[in-house]
C-alpha cells in the first residue's frame, strides 16, 4: 500500500541547472509533507516541509511545491550543487504517522 | 545537542536467532518512530510511539517482531527468529509531537542475516 510515490528511481542534472524532484500521494488525509535528504550510512535529514494550506515554500536554493487538487507535491534545487547529490525521500503525514516514498537518487555533475 | 542514537551500527546474525535493536531518542521528543529500509527501497514505516498512548504496531510486518518504549525514553525493537529477508537498515526517528514535526533520525542500524 504505497501512499506515497517517487517514480523516478534516479535524477542526474549539471551543477548550476534546476533539479526538479516529483512526489504523488494518494491520501487526501495528508496535511503536511516533508522532503529529506540522505546520504549513505547516515539517517535521512530534514530539509523542508509544507503545510497543506500552503502551495509554495522556499528556503534558500530549496522550494517545494505542494499541487492539492493533483495530490502533487515537487522540490526544486536551483542551481543545483555537486554536494546535493544524496538520495531524497519524499514523506506525507496525516493523524498519526509519516509515510516515505522510496526516494529519488539526484546526480549533480561538475 | 545529542542527537538520536542507535546502537549496534551494525549487526550479523544467524538466521533463526533473536535481535534486539536499541534507540536513544533526542531528550524531551515525545513521539519516536521504527522504519525499515530494505536495499534499493524506500523507508517501511513500522512503529510509533506517542507518548503514553498505546503504539501504533500497524508497519509491524509478522508477530517476530515486537518494540517496547519506556516512558518517553529508550525504545528497542525486537527481531525474534530472524529470517533473511529481515537483512536491511533499521532506523529510528523522533520528534517533539506526531503529525506536523520534521522526524529526527539516528544513523541506523544495519543488520544482516545469514
Known amino acids: 500500500d504505497q501512499q506515497v510515490k517517487q517514480n523516478s528511481p534516479s535524477l542526474s542534472v549539471q551543477e548550476g541547472r534546476i533539479s526538479i524532484l516529483n512526489c504523488d500521494y494518494t491520501?487526501?488525509?495528508?496535511?503536511?509533507f516533508l522532503w529529506y535528504k540522505k546520504y549513505p550510512a547516515e539517517g535521512p535529514t530534514f530539509l523542508i516541509s509544507?503545510?497543506?494550506?500552503?502551495d509554495k515554500n522556499e528556503d534558500g536554493r530549496f522550494t517545494v511545491f505542494l499541487n492539492k487538487s493533483a495530490k502533487h507535491l515537487s522540490l526544486h534545487i536551483v542551481p543545483s550543487q555537486p554536494g546535493d547529490s544524496a538520495v531524497y525521500f519524499c514523506?506525507?503525514?496525516?493523524?498519526?504517522?509519516?509515510?516515505f516514498g522510496a526516494g529519488t537518487r539526484l546526480t549533480v555533475k561538475p | 545537542g545529542a542527537g538520536v542514537s542507535q546502537s549496534p551500527s551494525n549487526k550479523v546474525t544467524e538466521k533463526g536467532k533473536d535481535v534486539e535493536l536499541r534507540c536513544d531518542p533526542i531528550s524531551g521528543h515525545t513521539a519516536l518512530y521504527w522504519y525499515r529500509q530494505r536495499l534499493g527501497q524506500g523507508l517501511e514505516f513500522l512503529i510509533y510511539?506517542?507518548?503514553?498512548?498505546?503504539?501504533?504496531k500497524s508497519g509491524l510486518p509478522s508477530d517476530r517482531f515486537s518494540a517496547e518504549r519506556t516512558g518517553e525514553s529508550v525504545s528497542t525493537l525486537t527481531i525474534q527468529r530472524t529470517q533473511q529477508e529481515d537483512s536491511a537498515v533499521y532506523l529510528c526517528?523522533?520528534?517533539?509531537?506526531?503529525?506536523?514535526?520534521?522526524?529526527?533520525f539516528g544513523n541506523g542500524t544495519r543488520l544482516t542475516v545469514t
Open positions: 526517528a523522533s520528534s517533539f509531537k506526531q503529525g506536523n514535526s520534521p522526524l529526527h
Open positions: 491520501n487526501s488525509m495528508f496535511d503536511y
Open positions: 509544507i503545510s497543506s494550506i500552503k
Open positions: 510511539f506517542q507518548g503514553n498512548s498505546a503504539p501504533d
Open positions: 514523506a506525507a503525514s496525516g493523524n498519526n504517522d509519516m509515510r
